[in-house]
């Protein structure tokens, strides 16, 4: 059963790699045995987990809007391992409540400027396209696994009463995010039947909230809301990520596996 699991001799890039959930799918695959890039437009911070990682894992400066520097990644790519077996798409702008700077009433529907909506767009979806098209050509012909992050925000709508502390909404789910996730499990749909006869499998992980220092009422109302009581934490997408990437879920592709504690279920 270990071998199925395993990851020995591939490469595997995970975009957004020095973020909080991106830099536990990396630990989690040079665990499972494979050579894993780093990538995520912030070089310092991506030599910082590759460091902490281990001789498995490199750092690479990646700007997944830019096809310039998708082009250098794979030239560098292609120089230094000659091959790319599996891509983590989990780069993305995400509104959040821990981030002090989000202004409810921007985030309104009725007031979301256009300019934001086209940003989160770019990133979350054009994002995914371009490096599917540009990284995800060093699979034709020999196969490999893409897992897209999404998110359960892609299935359901926000429930915007978690953000409302007892006396006032603090914080408001902008409408991009959601948007954006869920286009992200349509592209996911189109790739894996457009590549099944190159043995390309596309997959989404679909994670539901991370505890990360939010305020207490968000972190009680959330745990509430899930049939699990709690919210997650980035090691309990170790595993998934494993079993999309690996050879485990080999007759898996075009769907989603919801990591949600429940979230979505009721």
């Keep these: 059963m270990s071998s199925l699991f395993s990851l020995e001799h591939k490469v595997a890039l995970v975009t957004g790699g020095s973020g909080l959930i991106g830099s536990q799918f990396c630990a989690a695959l040079v665990e499972a045995g494979a050579k894993v890039i780093v990538a995520d437009i912030d070089f310092t911070a991506c030599e910082e987990v590759a460091e902490r ?19 250098e990644a794979r030239e560098w790519i ?30 309104m529907f009725e007031n979301f400027p256009l300019n934001l909506w086209n940003r989160v767009m770019q990133v979350n979806v054009s ?8 990284l995800g050509q060093f699979m034709l012909g020999r196969g490999g696994s893409i897992v897209n992050v999404a998110s359960t925000y892609g299935l359901v ?11 006032v909404q603090r914080f408001i789910k902008s409408p991009a995010y959601p948007t954006s996730k869920a286009a992200v ?15 390309i499998r596309v997959n989404t ?28 934490t980035p090691m309990d997408y170790s595993g998934a990520i494993v079993f999309l990437a690996s050879d485990a879920s080999s007759y898996m592709t075009g769907s989603n596996l919801v990591v949600d504690g429940g979230w979505t279920c009721i």
């Design 185 to 199: 499990v349509g592209f996911t749909k189109f790739l894996a039947a457009y590549w099944a006869h190159q043995n």
């Design 157 to 167: 709508a926000p429930d915007q009463h978690i953000y409302h502390d007892g006396t």
């Design 78 to 107: 292609e120089t230094t391992y000659g091959q790319l077996d599996v891509l983590v798409n989990n780069a993305a702008i995400n509104d959040t409540v821990e981030d002090n700077e989000a202004q409810t009433d921007l985030a």
């Design 127 to 134: 994002g995914v396209f371009l490096c599917s098209q540009v």
């Design 53 to 71: 990682l281990g001789p498995s894992a490199a750092a690479l400066r990646l700007d997944v809007c830019d096809m310039a520097s998708l082009l």
């Design 205 to 232: 992980l679909s994670p539901g909230g991370v505890e990360n220092g939010q305020d207490s009422y968000f972190i009680e109302n959330y745990s509430q809301r899930v049939p699990l009581g709690r919210m997650a």
